[in-house]
């Protein structure tokens, strides 16, 4: 190989000629990977004195390449020089090694291959970046929490296909968001758990001929445990999936979380405020005032999912062991956790600043929201149900067609329709009676919802 861009190729003798121009740039992958340089350091500094324990390297060789690989980190901390022709962050890492401590440079990689040497890397970034994530997701369920507390005492209505259904306290909405992240998290726990298995001494596919302590590589680089067959070591990408499925289900919740905040602060709901910090205005209408960050968070949703249903295509029809695919599988990860890094913090700045409007809420509230609860009424007196959901269906209407809300009907009215109504019918429109009849656990009483919060502290902390 003589080109510059081959320089840095930990492979080659089996060729005559150089790589042709054309595949250069297709076969690099410095440019994605370079983020693991700390990380392929580290995997490194394990090797070596794995290999020192089997007595493959003396005393002076390890130390001449822990020496080594400190001056290699400390080059790199400085930055990765934009024209470096090694093809990736192994190859950069070994040729600077060779400059720094020598000849001795040329034994760390015994018994190790770039494709046992790159799944420890992108593990062992997982497993910080998986915890940075869980951290985030934590400030969102806190600030949703704090939201919940500071809302038990305001009904607002409460919604399904948009249409009014039920009256509900705002602090079970609140909580009905806090209960997907909370699944989130525990996902992204799986995923950072699954990641946690040393593929290290794999080597390329059939394992290490060198007797390396895996256990010992497992407890310096902090795995809970070793892999158990070198093939499927190499190959498998499955942490990476269960990752990326947790991105994508955060996706999906923060992206109805989203859709609620625009729908509700905008004029025709109008039940909360986005705080200022967080909304933009309009290059042409200077009334305007857009919850933009409820419309990016939306937005990223699909790039979420784009990411794990790509991963899990590139998977799909990969033969046995390690093949070059899968130098694809690291941009997706890499973006749904930078994207994460975006979206969670500005996702817990907005609930902290949003705030509600209890007198638009009480302008909402429209009297057919307690036709069940008048439905309930009339079971209660022994109506079975059916039957007073038909009837409230026809006070609904004849309501409708009198132009009067249900309240204002003359008992008689009522007494017309179904004879099991009495003057406490009235007592039915009070919609704190209604949110407090709801008592059953994951109901919107007050002693349901007290209830949720407290045990939403508890998942919060």
């Given at each position: 190989m003589t080109s510059k861009e081959q320089e840095g190729a930990l492979w080659g003798g089996r060729f005559k000629e150089g790589m042709d121009p054309a595949m250069v740039p297709l076969n690099l992958s410095l440019a994605e990977d370079q983020r693991l340089w700390r990380h392929d350091l580290q995997g490194s500094r394990a090797w070596a004195r794995a290999l020192a324990r089997a007595?493959?390297?003396?005393?002076?060789?390890l130390q001449g390449l822990l020496e080594g690989l400190d001056r290699v980190e400390a080059r790199l901390a400085r930055g990765i020089p934009e024209d470096a022709p090694d093809e990736d962050i192994h190859s950069l890492v070994e040729r600077?090694?060779?400059?720094?401590?020598?000849?001795v440079a040329g034994k760390l990689h015994t018994g190790r291959s770039r494709n046992d040497q790159v799944a420890?890397?992108?593990?062992?970034?997982?497993?910080?970046?998986?915890?940075?994530v869980e951290d985030r997701l934590t400030g969102v369920l806190q600030a949703l929490l704090a939201m919940a507390e500071r809302s038990v005492e305001l009904v607002i209505p409460g919604y399904t296909h948009l249409q009014q259904g039920q009256p509900v306290r705002a602090a079970h909405w609140t909580l009905s968001h806090f209960?997907?992240?909370?699944?989130?998290?525990?996902?992204?726990?799986?995923?950072r758990r699954a990641a946690a298995v040393?593929?290290?001494?794999?080597?390329?596919?059939?394992?290490?001929?060198?007797?390396?302590?895996?256990?010992y590589l497992a407890r310096e680089l902090g795995f809970r445990e070793v892999s158990d067959n070198s093939m499927d070591a190499v190959s498998d990408r499955d942490w990476m999936a269960d990752g990326l499925y947790a991105g994508a289900m955060i996706g999906i919740h923060l992206s109805r979380l989203g859709e609620d905040l625009v729908l509700f602060a905008s004029r025709e709901f109008g039940l909360l405020r986005v705080p200022d910090g967080f909304s933009t205005g309009s290059s042409l209408m200077p009334q305007k005032r857009n919850p933009d960050v409820a419309e990016l968070i939306r937005g990223k949703a699909g790039r979420f999912s784009g990411n794990l249903v790509a991963l899990l295509t590139l998977l799909k029809g990969l033969p046995t062991g390690y093949n070059r695919d899968l130098q694809e599988d690291k941009r997706l990860l890499f973006d749904t956790v930078d994207q994460l890094e975006l979206v969670l913090p500005a996702v817990a700045g907005t609930l902290k600043g949003c705030r509600w409007r209890p007198e638009r809420a009480?302008?909402?509230?429209?009297?057919?929201?307690?036709?069940?609860?008048?439905?309930?009424?009339?079971?209660?007196?022994?109506?079975?149900f059916r039957t007073s959901h038909e009837v409230v269906g026809r006070l609904v209407s004849l309501a409708e067609d009198e132009g009067m809300p249900l309240s204002r009907l003359p008992l008689e009215r009522y007494r017309?329709?179904?004879?099991?109504?009495?003057?406490?019918?009235?007592?039915?429109?009070?919609?704190?009676?209604?949110?407090?009849?709801?008592?059953?656990?994951?109901?919107?009483?007050?002693?349901?919802?007290e209830a949720q919060l407290e045990k939403a502290r508890r998942q919060a902390g």
């Open positions: 007595e493959v390297l003396d005393d002076d060789e600077l090694l060779g400059e720094e401590a020598g000849e420890t890397d992108m593990r062992l970034w997982g497993m910080e970046a998986l915890d940075q209960w997907p992240l909370v699944r989130d998290r525990d996902r992204i726990r799986q995923a040393l593929p290290l001494g794999s080597g390329a596919l059939a394992g290490c001929p060198f007797p390396v302590d895996r256990e009480r302008e909402l509230l429209s009297e057919e929201l307690l036709a069940t609860d008048l439905a309930d009424y009339l079971v209660r007196r022994g109506v079975p017309e329709v179904h004879p099991a109504f009495e003057a406490d019918v009235k007592e039915v429109f009070r919609w704190e009676a209604s949110v407090e009849s709801r008592a059953a656990r994951g109901g919107t009483a007050r002693s349901a919802v």
